[in-house]
């Protein structure tokens, strides 16, 4: 069965600060896609990466930078000198290559940037 | 146009009535899903279609069924609602095949804001 598990249900940090929301996941497959969302208080849900299992190289994007280390099944998720447009419950999520299951998501980290 | 649509956005209805969420989609996607969000739950899936012939229950079924009138349109009802389905309902499309560069990506509605009184 998959799995992933979200142990911080709420982090409040002050504006400009760093913050990383952790990720771990259990799957038997070899081959995956691991994805993180973002839900704003507006309620949808926008995407922000998808990661493939073979692809163990972080990635940096603007302020965000993810990183992904299979040895410890972890895709951590780091906003760099967070912003109150940050605050918003952030959604890990895995899926397996075999595209026969359906996403499995996490259940979730809100996020709160105060000013 | 948004490439994913749910109708309604908002639906206050009583207990024991019928209802029937919506979703359309424009991106030519064979697979179509149903998530429920409650607060501190994530989304948990209820039905999902690989194709217009395919349906499958996915982890919260119960109390909820599905049509598959067209590969564009996948209908969520709730044949007797009840107040612990008050929740937050997204639908969402994906490619079919491996050969798709955007494979296993999700992409979702807007989400409909359920409330049973």
């Known amino acids: 069965a998959q799995k992933v598990t979200q142990a911080q249900t709420e982090i409040s940090v002050v504006e400009k600060e760093d913050v990383t929301l952790d990720c771990v996941y259990e799957?038997?497959?070899?081959?995956?896609?691991l994805f993180w969302y973002k839900q704003p208080p507006s309620g949808e849900l926008v995407f922000l990466i998808r990661?493939?299992?073979?692809?163990?190289q972080n990635e940096i994007s603007g302020r965000y930078s993810w990183n992904f280390q299979k040895s410890t099944s972890s895709f951590n998720f780091t906003i760099t000198a967070s912003q109150v447009v940050d605050s918003a419950v952030y959604f890990c999520?895995?899926?397996?290559?075999?595209?026969?299951?359906?996403?499995?998501f996490g259940k979730g980290t809100r996020l709160s940037v105060i000013a | 146009d948004a490439d994913v649509t749910q109708t309604p956005r908002n639906r206050i209805t009583k207990t024991g009535k019928r209802i029937m969420l919506e979703c359309s989609q424009t991106?030519?996607?064979?697979?179509m899903y149903w998530y429920r969000q409650d607060p501190g739950l994530g989304l948990r899936l209820i039905y999902y279609?690989?194709?217009?012939?395919?349906?499958n229950k996915g982890e919260i079924s119960d109390g909820y069924s599905v049509s598959r009138q067209a590969q564009a349109k996948f209908s969520l009802s709730l044949e007797s609602a009840i107040p612990n389905q008050t929740a937050l309902y997204f639908c969402?499309?994906?490619?079919?095949?491996?050969?798709?560069?955007?494979?296993?990506?999700?992409?979702f509605g807007p989400g409909t804001r359920l409330t049973v009184l």
């Open positions: 991106k030519g996607h064979d697979r």
């Open positions: 279609s690989f194709d217009v012939k395919d349906i």
């Open positions: 969402a499309t994906s490619p079919p095949t491996s050969g798709s560069p955007l494979y296993n990506e999700q992409f």
């Open positions: 999520a895995l899926i397996s290559n075999s595209g026969n299951t359906p996403l499995v």
């Open positions: 799957t038997r497959d070899t081959t995956y896609y």
């Open positions: 990661r493939n299992s073979f692809d163990e």
